[in-house]
C-alpha cells in the first residue's frame, strides 16, 4: 500500500539543510511532505519513486544555491509526464531567502 503524502519535495542534495527545515514547518502546520531522507532510502528504484510522485498530488521544486541536482531531468519529465495525463499542470514559482 502506497502512504498518502501531500506534497513530494525535490531538491540538490547539498541544499538538505533547508528544505529539512522546510519540511519541519510543513509538518508543524499538518501537511505530510514526502522527503527523502525520511520516507526513501538508497535501496528505493526509480519506479518506487515515481509511484510515490503519481500518488502525491503536488511536487514542491527546490532550486537553492547549489544549483540542479543531478537527478532534476528525471524527476522534471516523470512530473511532465503524469501531469499530461491528468491534464493538470500548475507553476507557482515562490522565492526564499537562501534557498
Not at 529539512?20 to 519506479?47: C, H, K
Not at 503524469?82 to 491534464?87: F, L
Request: glycine share 8%; charged share 20%; proline share 6%.
Amino acid at each position: 500500500m502506497i502512504e498518502s503524502h501531500d506534497v513530494h519535495l525535490i531538491f540538490n542534495d547539498r541544499d538538505k539543510p533547508a528544505v529539512a527545515r522546510i519540511d519541519q514547518a510543513l509538518r508543524n502546520r499538518g501537511l505530510i511532505p514526502w522527503f527523502w531522507d525520511r520516507d526513501g532510502g538508497a535501496n528505493w528504484y526509480q519506479e518506487e519513486i515515481d509511484s510515490i510522485q503519481k500518488h502525491t498530488p503536488v511536487s514542491a521544486i527546490f532550486l537553492g544555491p547549489a544549483g540542479w541536482g543531478p537527478n532534476y531531468h528525471t524527476k522534471l519529465t516523470t512530473i511532465a509526464c503524469q501531469a499530461a495525463a491528468r491534464r493538470s499542470l500548475s507553476s507557482s514559482p515562490a522565492g526564499r531567502e537562501g534557498i
